[in-house]
C-alpha cells in the first residue's frame, strides 16, 4: 500500500466515525439559520468541507470566537444528518496581527479566496494545507507581505496541477533567451517572439520579470526572497498572475480590486 493509498483509507475511517478532531483554517462562514453558522473550512486531514456551528452567533457562545475567517483551530465534529457539527473548537493561532492592519487582512483574505475558488470538497491535500498555513504565518510575521502572497500564488499553480511553462516556448519549445517574452494563459506558459502572434490575448512579460517568477517556481521560500522583490517587479508579477488566475477560474476574484483601492 503506497503512502497516498494510506492517507485515502485515514480520511475515509475518519469520515465513517460518529465523531472525529481535525485541524483546519476557517476560509469563510455565513449565517444559518436564526442562531447557528456555516463554516467553510480547509483541513489538513480531509481537504475542504463545510461544517455548522451550532448557537455560534449568540452572544455567550464559547465557540464564536474560535471561528472567524483565517483562524486555524482544531475542531471536534460530530455527524450531523447533513452537515458535520463543530461540537468543541480550540483557537492554534488567531494571526492577531492579519485582523489589526487592514492591508494585511486583505491580503489574508485573497490568499483565502484563491484557495476557496480553486477548490471543490474531494478529499485532503496536506499540500496545499501546509502552503495556506505558512502564508498565514508569513504575512503575520511583520515582513512586507508581497513576496509571501507571489510565493502562495506560484506555489497554489503547481500544487493544483497548473504549473506554467517558464523555461521553453509552449508553442515551439526552443529554450527562452535573454529577452522579453509574452505568456499565453491559454497555452499555459510563455512564448518567445516568434510565436506570441500565435495568441492575441498574450500577455507581455519583461525577462527580467519571468526571472523572478522562475526563481520563485525552483526555489524555497527563504530561497525565493533572498532575490529584492521591487515595486516595479511585484506589480508586473501581481498583474501576470491575475490574468492568469482569472483565465482559469474563468472569472475574477474580489479581493484583488479592493487591494488595489486601499493601496491608492
Same mark, same amino acid.
Given at each position: 500500500?503506497?503512502?497516498?493509498?494510506?492517507?485515502?483509507?485515514?480520511?475515509?475511517?475518519?469520515?465513517?466515525?460518529?465523531?472525529? /478532531?481535525?485541524?483546519?483554517?476557517? $476560509?469563510?462562514?455565513?449565517?444559518?439559520?436564526?442562531?447557528?453558522?456555516?463554516? %467553510?473550512?480547509?483541513? $489538513?486531514?480531509?481537504?475542504?468541507?463545510?461544517?455548522?456551528?451550532?448557537?455560534?452567533? #449568540?452572544?455567550?457562545? #464559547?465557540?464564536?470566537?474560535?471561528?472567524?475567517?483565517?483562524? /486555524?483551530?482544531?475542531?471536534?465534529? *460530530? #455527524?450531523?444528518?447533513?452537515?458535520?457539527? %463543530?461540537?468543541?473548537?480550540?483557537?492554534?493561532?488567531?494571526?492577531?496581527?492579519? #485582523?489589526?492592519?487592514?492591508?494585511? &487582512?486583505?491580503?489574508? &483574505?485573497?490568499? %483565502?479566496?484563491?484557495?476557496?475558488?480553486?477548490?471543490?470538497?474531494?478529499?485532503? @491535500?496536506?499540500?496545499?494545507?501546509?502552503?495556506? %498555513?505558512?502564508?498565514?504565518?508569513?504575512?503575520? &510575521?511583520?515582513?512586507?507581505?508581497?513576496? *509571501?502572497?507571489?510565493?502562495?500564488?506560484?506555489?497554489?499553480?503547481?500544487?493544483?496541477? !497548473?504549473?506554467?511553462?517558464?523555461?521553453?516556448?509552449?508553442?515551439?519549445?526552443?529554450?527562452?533567451?535573454?529577452?522579453?517574452?509574452? !505568456?499565453? *494563459?491559454?497555452?499555459?506558459?510563455?512564448?518567445?517572439?516568434?510565436?506570441?502572434?500565435?495568441?492575441?490575448?498574450?500577455?507581455?512579460?519583461?525577462?527580467?520579470?519571468?526571472?523572478?517568477?522562475?526563481?520563485?517556481?525552483?526555489?524555497?521560500? &527563504?530561497?525565493?526572497? /533572498?532575490?529584492?522583490?521591487?515595486?516595479?517587479? @511585484?506589480?508586473?508579477?501581481?498583474?501576470?498572475?491575475?490574468?492568469?488566475?482569472?483565465?482559469?477560474?474563468?472569472?475574477?476574484? @474580489?479581493?484583488?480590486? !479592493?487591494?488595489?483601492?486601499?493601496?491608492?
Amino acid at each position: 500500500m503506497t503512502v497516498q493509498d494510506n492517507l485515502d483509507a485515514q480520511s475515509q475511517s475518519i469520515h465513517k466515525q460518529r465523531s472525529y /478532531r481535525v485541524e483546519a483554517v476557517v $476560509l469563510r462562514h455565513s449565517d444559518w439559520g436564526e442562531a447557528d453558522r456555516l463554516l %467553510v473550512l480547509y483541513t $489538513l486531514e480531509m481537504g475542504k468541507v463545510r461544517a455548522l456551528a451550532k448557537g455560534a452567533r #449568540r452572544p455567550r457562545s #464559547r465557540k464564536a470566537g474560535h471561528l472567524e475567517p483565517f483562524t /486555524r483551530v482544531a475542531l471536534q465534529l *460530530a #455527524r450531523g444528518r447533513d452537515l458535520p457539527i %463543530v461540537s468543541q473548537a480550540d483557537t492554534l493561532d488567531a494571526y492577531l496581527q492579519l #485582523r489589526e492592519e487592514l492591508l494585511l &487582512s486583505t491580503y489574508a &483574505s485573497y490568499v %483565502v479566496e484563491l484557495l476557496d475558488r480553486f477548490t471543490y470538497e474531494e478529499g485532503e @491535500n496536506r499540500g496545499l494545507y501546509r502552503l495556506l %498555513v505558512d502564508t498565514l504565518g508569513r504575512l503575520s &510575521s511583520g515582513d512586507v507581505p508581497e513576496p *509571501a502572497v507571489r510565493y502562495y500564488e506560484i506555489r497554489l499553480l503547481d500544487l493544483l496541477g !497548473f504549473r506554467p511553462q517558464l523555461f521553453h516556448c509552449v508553442s515551439c519549445g526552443a529554450e527562452i533567451v535573454q529577452q522579453d517574452q509574452f !505568456f499565453s *494563459a491559454d497555452l499555459g506558459g510563455v512564448l518567445c517572439p516568434n510565436c506570441g502572434g500565435q495568441d492575441v490575448r498574450a500577455w507581455p512579460v519583461t525577462m527580467r520579470g519571468l526571472k523572478y517568477l522562475r526563481h520563485f517556481q525552483r526555489s524555497s521560500f &527563504s530561497e525565493a526572497t /533572498r532575490a529584492p522583490l521591487t515595486p516595479g517587479l @511585484n506589480r508586473e508579477m501581481e498583474a501576470l498572475m491575475q490574468h492568469y488566475l482569472t483565465y482559469l477560474l474563468e472569472r475574477g476574484l @474580489n479581493t484583488p480590486a !479592493f487591494l488595489r483601492r486601499i493601496k491608492e
